[in-house]
């Protein structure tokens, strides 16, 4: 595979001859102008929100009563909202989203009674069960008490307006309604603890909320189907939750009225909290577990406020220990607090807090300083999490003699930081959760992944790193929607909506862009678009805004399309520099002819024929017996002097340093057009990374040949070598190719395993320690 070529450096360069047999080069690398909707003064061609950008704004006084006894919700509220659109509006939506639950929502109606996404088996129960979930709309009046004339579609009703509400204009209006509580079903619901008779109860999306209508949809009244999560507005809240007085209640805001509702002890708790690095226990797990066994003596009222927020959610129990710490975020005291019955320690005491605390400081690096006074982070039921303004319920419980898995600890200190995160996306930067869930869920994830491992070196995150979307994008293409699809189209939602453009974000800062182009210009778009509501062409045109980088062929490739990245090395050509040096030369070429006379034959007569007669006959020999058919010419020797005179120095460095030419052949077999990263190893073991831009394909999307010029020999060519790409087939992206391995087969059955969801060596060195103790043994 060494090849020489002559001196004549333009011949060299010129040497490859490039295939055009360009496929679809140019629809990878063409502009997505036309795919994106034509900028406005609403929206702007740099992605910012333009000039005339507006959005509504909702504010609620809510009085809601918890009912522990028949687990149930009766509230009434006072919703006043202030039109900024340029448009009258004759009727207003309002969002209903606990008919989720009802007997013919359309959940259920969906895919053969089979629950969309996430609902588990316990709320299946419920909604299978007689039980009358839903909203009980009791009363709509206008503000002097008057009816207003209301038509329920599914989780979504219809207000008619007497007069229409004027651009400019606001309008005020009451809501009472009740419900029953479901179980909790990974976003709301009470888990019920039936050692003790207790119920914890996660409240949300409890309370009939406006619409959202915007520039952009009219009003985005997709019904609720229990995947596609919330659209909705900015506005302020008061909200006063009657409860039995021995729960705690925690929420989403700001606790207005806390010497009515905290004991004097627990006041001076919160005290000594502000200024504590580990949390304090505003109720104890003792206090907790007394109060467990106890009964209400009457009710309490727990008074709230949350400014410039898009939700409102709460929790209670009279099972809840309360930690809180205040944390500086940027200069801004915040509280980090967490809520949780005993079942969740001793893992909740020791990181709950301490994480959210990390989180907002992570978050706000990245994006913009956390703006509101609480963080929380409850303990819901199993796995999973659930966001919230200011509160999140989050998964990760112990077993029963208080030790857990690795896995159990990760995974609850991973759904905390991403849970906690939303709060940045979608909470404050508040994409349209009903239509992109990407928007919110891909690049909340891709922050949870920065800041797990910030948290913990060597953190095993599950999504972010390129090697772990791998089997996803193996997947056969039409088994897939691109990421760019509507979230309840969507199909293997945390692949396609967190982990593949969490990927992707994370190769675009590392490969693409690289970090300081890419944190510059994603900040920029959560400082464009914080308490705005921005879509994908926003996010699209922001980061190549910012950056000066051409970002629409990854675009079409990672969120228009499904194809895989799949790059080989397919051939390397060596070129070297013939030095022309006629005595070098043709002991080349003797070496050669040598070795060319190895034939069995020649091998065999060596010791076959005890001589020849020519040997036995000296006198037969003649010239041509001790001629010298590779000595070099007086002749020769003088053209070899004449050709270096005529080289320019700079030639005549190239030919003495003898530098290798390479010519490799890289092909794109995936589809999806990424930079190309080659790994070069020299003879001497030291190596060099080569990084090429996606652009090497953007006129033959298929093949890519590169004359890669080095001082030393190459001995192998490695493809992708710090797993950057998402390359779904690695076996050929090494030259030459790696050795063949066996693939090993057990002779003997591997033992079950005994643990689900994986080991749980703290528990057996916690036994052993036991059985130990029992037998006297010292270790
Ligand atoms: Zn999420």
Same mark, same amino acid.
């Given at each position: 595979?060494?090849?020489?070529?002559?001196?004549?450096?333009?011949?060299?360069? &010129?040497?490859?001859?490039?295939?055009?047999?360009?496929?679809?080069?140019?629809?990878?690398?063409?502009?997505?102008?036309?795919?994106?909707?034509?900028?406005?003064?609403?929206?702007?061609?740099?992605?910012?929100?333009?000039?005339? !950008?507006?959005?509504?704004?909702?504010? !609620?006084?809510?009085?809601?009563?918890?009912?522990?006894?028949?687990?149930?919700?009766?509230?009434?509220?006072?919703?006043?909202?202030?039109?900024?659109?340029?448009? @009258?509006?004759?009727?207003?939506?309002?969002?209903?989203?606990?008919?989720?639950?009802?007997?013919?929502?359309?959940?259920?109606?969906?895919?053969?009674?089979?629950?969309?996404?996430?609902?588990?088996?316990?709320?299946?129960?419920?909604?299978?069960?007689?039980?009358?979930?839903?909203?009980?709309?009791?009363?709509?009046?206008?503000?002097?008490?008057?009816?207003?004339?209301?038509?329920?579609?599914?989780?979504?009703?219809?207000?008619?307006?007497?007069?229409?509400?004027?651009?400019?204009?606001?309008?005020?209006?009451?809501?009472?309604?009740?419900?029953?509580?479901?179980?909790?079903?990974?976003?709301?619901?009470?888990?019920?603890?039936?050692?003790?008779?207790? &119920?914890?109860?996660?409240?949300?999306?409890?309370?009939?909320?406006?619409?959202?209508?915007?520039?952009?949809?009219?009003?985005?009244?997709?019904?609720?189907?229990?995947?596609? @999560?919330?659209?909705?507005?900015?506005?302020?809240?008061?909200?006063?939750?009657?409860?039995?007085?021995?729960?705690?209640?925690?929420?989403?805001?700001?606790?207005?009225?806390?010497?009515?509702? *905290?004991?004097?002890?627990?006041?001076? $708790?919160?005290?000594?909290?502000?200024?504590?690095?580990?949390?304090?226990?505003?109720?104890?797990?003792?206090?907790?577990?007394?109060?467990?066994?106890?009964?209400?003596?009457?009710?309490?009222?727990?008074?709230?406020?949350?400014?410039?927020?898009?939700?409102?959610?709460?929790?209670?129990?009279?099972?809840?220990?309360?930690?809180?710490?205040?944390?500086?975020?940027?200069?801004?005291?915040?509280?980090?607090?967490?809520?949780?019955?005993?079942?969740?320690?001793?893992?909740?005491?020791?990181?709950?807090?301490?994480?959210?605390?990390?989180?907002?400081?992570?978050?706000?690096?990245?994006?913009?300083?956390?703006?509101?006074?609480?963080?929380?982070?409850?303990?819901?039921?199993?796995?999973?999490? *659930?966001?919230?303004?200011?509160?999140?319920?989050?998964?990760?419980?112990?077993?029963?003699?208080?030790?857990?898995?690795?896995?159990?600890?990760?995974?609850?200190?991973?759904?905390?930081?991403?849970?906690?995160?939303?709060?940045?996306?979608?909470?404050?930067?508040?994409?349209?959760?009903?239509?992109?869930?990407?928007?919110?869920?891909?690049?909340?994830?891709?922050?949870?992944?920065?800041?797990?491992? @910030?948290?913990?070196?060597?953190?095993?995150?599950?999504?972010?790193?390129?090697?772990?979307?791998?089997?996803?994008?193996?997947?056969?293409?039409?088994?897939?929607?691109?990421?760019?699809?509507?979230?309840?189209?969507? *199909?293997?939602?945390?692949?396609?909506?967190?982990?593949?453009?969490?990927?992707?974000?994370?190769?675009?800062?590392?490969?693409?862009?690289?970090?300081?182009?890419?944190?510059?210009?994603?900040?920029?778009?959560?400082?464009?678009?914080?308490?705005?509501?921005?879509?994908?062409?926003?996010?699209?045109?922001?980061?190549?805004?910012?950056?000066?980088?051409?970002?629409?062929?990854?675009?079409?490739?990672?969120?228009?399309?499904?194809?895989?990245?799949?790059?080989?090395?397919?051939?390397?050509?060596?070129?070297?520099?013939?030095?022309?040096?006629?005595?070098?030369?043709?002991?080349?070429?003797?070496?050669?002819?040598?070795?060319?006379?190895?034939?069995?034959?020649?091998?065999?007569?060596?010791?076959?024929?005890?001589?020849?007669?020519?040997?036995?006959?000296?006198?037969?020999?003649?010239?041509?017996?001790?001629?010298? $058919?590779?000595?070099?010419?007086?002749?020769?020797?003088?053209?070899?002097?004449?050709?270096?005179?005529?080289?320019?120095?700079?030639?005549?460095?190239?030919?003495?340093?003898?530098?290798?030419?390479?010519?490799?052949?890289?092909?794109?077999?995936?589809?999806?057009? *990424?930079?190309?990263?080659?790994?070069?190893?020299?003879?001497?073991?030291?190596?060099?990374?080569?990084?090429?831009?996606?652009?090497?394909?953007?006129?033959?999307?298929?093949? &890519?040949?590169?004359?890669?010029?080095?001082?030393?020999?190459?001995?192998?060519?490695?493809?992708?070598?710090?797993?950057?790409?998402?390359?779904?087939?690695?076996?050929?992206?090494?030259?030459?190719?790696?050795?063949?391995?066996?693939? $090993?087969?057990?002779?003997?059955?591997?033992?079950?395993?005994?643990?689900?969801?994986?080991?749980?060596?703290?528990?057996?060195?916690?036994?052993?320690?036991?059985?130990?103790?029992?037998?006297?043994?010292?270790?």
């Amino acid at each position: 595979m060494y090849k020489l070529i002559k001196v004549g450096l333009l011949l060299i360069i &010129a040497w490859p001859t490039f295939a055009q047999t360009a496929f679809n080069a140019n629809g990878r690398f063409e502009q997505l102008e036309s795919t994106l909707p034509t900028p406005n003064s609403y929206r702007t061609a740099s992605g910012s929100p333009g000039k005339d !950008y507006w959005q509504q704004r909702a504010d !609620y006084d809510i009085k809601v009563e918890l009912d522990d006894i028949n687990r149930k919700i009766t509230g009434t509220e006072t919703i006043t909202y202030f039109n900024y659109s340029p448009d @009258e509006l004759p009727y207003l939506w309002i969002q209903l989203d606990q008919n989720l639950f009802e007997k013919n929502s359309a959940s259920k109606t969906t895919a053969t009674g089979e629950i969309k996404n996430g609902i588990p088996a316990s709320a299946f129960k419920d909604l299978t069960n007689p039980k009358d979930f839903g909203y009980k709309i009791t009363a709509v009046k206008d503000a002097k008490g008057n009816p207003l004339r209301h038509t329920i579609n599914q989780t979504m009703m219809r207000i008619d307006l007497p007069t229409p509400v004027k651009s400019g204009g606001s309008v005020s209006f009451n809501i009472d309604w009740n419900y029953l509580i479901t179980e909790y079903y990974g976003r709301s619901g009470y888990e019920f603890f039936a050692k003790d008779g207790n &119920a914890n109860y996660f409240i949300a999306h409890w309370f009939p909320r406006m619409a959202v209508y915007n520039d952009v949809y009219g009003w985005q009244h997709k019904q609720f189907m229990g995947q596609g @999560e919330f659209t909705l507005n900015f506005g302020n809240y008061k909200v006063a939750i009657t409860a039995p007085n021995d729960l705690v209640v925690g929420a989403g805001g700001e606790l207005v009225n806390p010497n009515q509702v *905290m004991t004097s002890t627990q006041l001076k $708790r919160w005290e000594q909290a502000k200024t504590a690095t580990r949390p304090v226990e505003i109720v104890t797990q003792a206090e907790a577990e007394a109060a467990e066994k106890g009964k209400p003596t009457g009710k309490k009222t727990w008074v709230f406020k949350a400014d410039n927020v898009r939700d409102f959610a709460f929790t209670a129990s009279r099972k809840f220990i309360w930690d809180a710490l205040q944390v500086d975020v940027e200069g801004k005291k915040v509280w980090a607090m967490s809520y949780y019955s005993k079942e969740a320690n001793p893992l909740w005491g020791k990181y709950s807090t301490m994480v959210v605390a990390h989180t907002l400081r992570s978050y706000s690096k990245r994006t913009i300083a956390y703006p509101y006074p609480v963080a929380i982070s409850c303990h819901a039921t199993l796995g999973g999490g *659930m966001e919230y303004p200011m509160i999140s319920f989050n998964g990760g419980r112990p077993e029963a003699d208080g030790t857990y898995t690795e896995n159990v600890k990760n995974g609850m200190i991973g759904v905390i930081i991403h849970e906690v995160g939303h709060n940045f996306f979608p909470m404050i930067i508040n994409s349209d959760e009903r239509q992109w869930s990407w928007m919110d869920e891909g690049l909340n994830t891709f922050c949870q992944y920065l800041a797990e491992q @910030e948290w913990d070196r060597n953190f095993p995150a599950r999504r972010g790193e390129p090697q772990n979307i791998v089997p996803y994008m193996r997947l056969d293409s039409k088994n897939q929607v691109p990421i760019m699809a509507n979230s309840e189209n969507i *199909m293997d939602f945390g692949n396609n909506a967190y982990a593949k453009p969490a990927t992707a974000l994370n190769i675009l800062r590392e490969t693409v862009m690289g970090r300081e182009l890419f944190d510059y210009a994603f900040k920029e778009y959560a400082r464009r678009w914080a308490f705005k509501q921005p879509y994908p062409a926003d996010f699209f045109r922001t980061l190549e805004d910012a950056s000066g980088v051409d970002l629409d062929w990854f675009w079409r490739g990672w969120f228009y399309g499904t194809e895989p990245v799949n790059q080989s090395i397919e051939t390397v050509e060596w070129f070297g520099v013939d030095n022309m040096d006629p005595v070098a030369k043709k002991a080349t070429e003797k070496a050669k002819a040598e070795a060319k006379r190895q034939t069995i034959s020649n091998i065999r007569n060596k010791t076959d024929i005890k001589s020849t007669v020519v040997e036995e006959n000296p006198d037969l020999t003649d010239f041509y017996n001790t001629y010298d $058919r590779f000595a070099t010419s007086d002749a020769e020797k003088k053209k070899y002097q004449d050709y270096l005179g005529g080289l320019s120095d700079e030639e005549r460095k190239l030919v003495s340093e003898g530098k290798n030419f390479y010519v490799v052949n890289f092909k794109n077999k995936g589809g999806l057009p *990424m930079p190309v990263i080659v790994k070069l190893t020299y003879e001497d073991g030291t190596d060099e990374v080569l990084r090429f831009p996606a652009e090497v394909w953007r006129l033959n999307d298929v093949e &890519a040949k590169k004359i890669i010029p080095t001082s030393k020999k190459v001995v192998k060519w490695a493809l992708d070598p710090y797993f950057e790409i998402a390359d779904i087939d690695t076996d050929d992206n090494s030259y030459p190719r790696e050795p063949v391995q066996p693939t $090993r087969v057990q002779l003997f059955k591997a033992q079950p395993r005994s643990y689900g969801g994986g080991q749980n060596p703290m528990q057996e060195a916690q036994n052993a320690k036991k059985a130990g103790a029992v037998t006297g043994s010292k270790n």
